[in-house]
């Protein structure tokens, strides 16, 4: 008998989420100076991390014998104190990828569905999979979320509707007046889990008051991530903001240290630090003007991105792919999305957007 036999099927028939490859890796692989690779495939902020979360993480370090402050205080307080909402209302999480497998455990089990969208974040089938529900995939109009769609996919045993806006790995964006019709027209008995990783590069304009819409609705739970704008990828911290009734579930399960000292150090810092997310999603613009620019002038289409990454189509993408490897710039395949001969570029520092261009250059004309 196979020791794998021991989990339930559910799990063993879970393909398991291949991340971006790392640095090392490639190096080892093609023999490469890791000093001259280029890494365009995470979405991680190619700043670093903010000075003033850089010295909170100094700070910290002589305290690491101790475990850390279980219950968050001082980075629940701050988040509560920024966003508006109450200590109550407050989850954290190792990564908001652990907010929504907290989502997952707490409130889906084997007889259940969650409904999410076709070409959207692939953590959201991985955790409805993981324990035993069912996953309900509705199709995507224009490589985003059709919100009539998912809505009219409700069935009687769906618990959780995952939206990701803006969506990776495609980068659209959903108007928020169709996010609140959305909202309006849900059951009330369904968790609208509205996953906002990538919300702090949107202008003014486009973003939804999501945080302001918890005082309406009680099902609404608003995920985000210290990972993406303030360039702390590698501490992993998340948050979520819900009813107090759903938080007080998720923070029964949540495991008691699952943040870590620097992590929770670095976050409430990197609240502070306003003109370091400010240069942040100056430099994204930037960056991503570069690439879109260099894509339309190499005639290969693309989807319009509201992220810190862009998507775009180009034939024989595993080929194109090998061919950036081989030359030290790692980008995103997507075919484990269903985008076969799609690319993701995620946006980089100036040289690191041209070195991109310059092979991807290479490959169309050479």
Known sequence: MSLA???????????????????????REMNLDPAKIVKLA??????????????????????LARYPDGNGFDLKAKIAE???????????????????????HAFLREGDSAVFSEYAFAVYPLATQAVGATNIC???????????AMRAAIRPDTKIVWIANPNNPTGTLARPGDLIEFLELCPKNVLVVLDEAYTEFL???KRSDSIGWLKQFANLIV??????????????????????????????IRQPFNVNSLAQAAAVAALDDLEF??????????????ITEALQELGLSFIESYGNFVTFHCGDAKLLNQFMLERGVIVRPLAGYGMANSLRVSIGLPHENARFIEVLREAMEG
């Open 223 to 252: 995920v985000r991530t210290f990972s993406k704008a303030y360039g702390l990828a590698g501490l992993r911290v998340g948050f979520a903001l819900a009813n107090p009734e759903v938080a007080d579930i998720l923070n029964r």
């Open 203 to 205: 202008p003014r304009e």
């Open 42 to 63: 995470s979405n991680e902020n190619p700043l670093g991390m903010g000075p003033k979360a850089r010295a909170a993480v100094e700070r910290e370090l002589a305290e």
């Open 5 to 27: 036999s021991l989990a339930p099927e559910y799990i063993r028939a879970i393909a398991p989420y291949q991340p971006g490859k790392p640095v090392s890796e490639l190096a």
């Open 82 to 104: 920024r966003f508006a909402v109450n200590l109550d209302q407050i989850v954290l999480g190792n990564g908001s990828n652990d907010i929504l497998e907290l989502i997952a």
């Open 138 to 148: 509705v199709k995507a109009v224009d490589f985003g979320h059709d919100l009539d």
């Open 277 to 290: 997310l400010k240069q942040s999603v100056e430099v994204n613009a930037a960056g991503m003007k570069q």
